[in-house]
C-alpha cells in the first residue's frame, strides 16, 4: 500500500490549496488494505456542516477518480 499512499499524498496536495481557501486543511492518516483512504479535516473544515459533502463529493470523488484502488475515504 505504500506506492498507493504516496499518490494518495500527491492528489491531497492539490485538493488542500481550496480547502485553505476557505480556513481548512487536510490530513492524510492513512490508507489500509481494502482500499479506505482515512483522513482528519482540520481548521474549518473541522467544524463547518458542510464537511461530510466536501468529503465525499470533493476528497473522495478526485481520489477515486485519479486512483482506482481507492475505494472510499472517511474522517476521523
Given at each position: 500500500m505504500t506506492g498507493i499512499k504516496e499518490k494518495v499524498q500527491q492528489e491531497i496536495e492539490k485538493i488542500r490549496p481550496m480547502l485553505q481557501?476557505?480556513?481548512?486543511?487536510?490530513?492524510?492518516?492513512?490508507?489500509?488494505?481494502?482500499?479506505t483512504?482515512?483522513?482528519?479535516?482540520?481548521g474549518a473544515c473541522a467544524g463547518c456542516a458542510m464537511s461530510q459533502y466536501t468529503l465525499k463529493l470533493g476528497?473522495?470523488?478526485v481520489l477515486k477518480k485519479e486512483i482506482p484502488e481507492v475505494t472510499q475515504v472517511e474522517s476521523v
Open positions: 481557501a476557505d480556513g481548512g486543511d487536510i490530513e492524510l492518516v492513512d490508507v489500509g488494505d481494502d482500499g483512504v482515512k483522513v482528519q479535516l482540520v476528497v473522495e470523488r
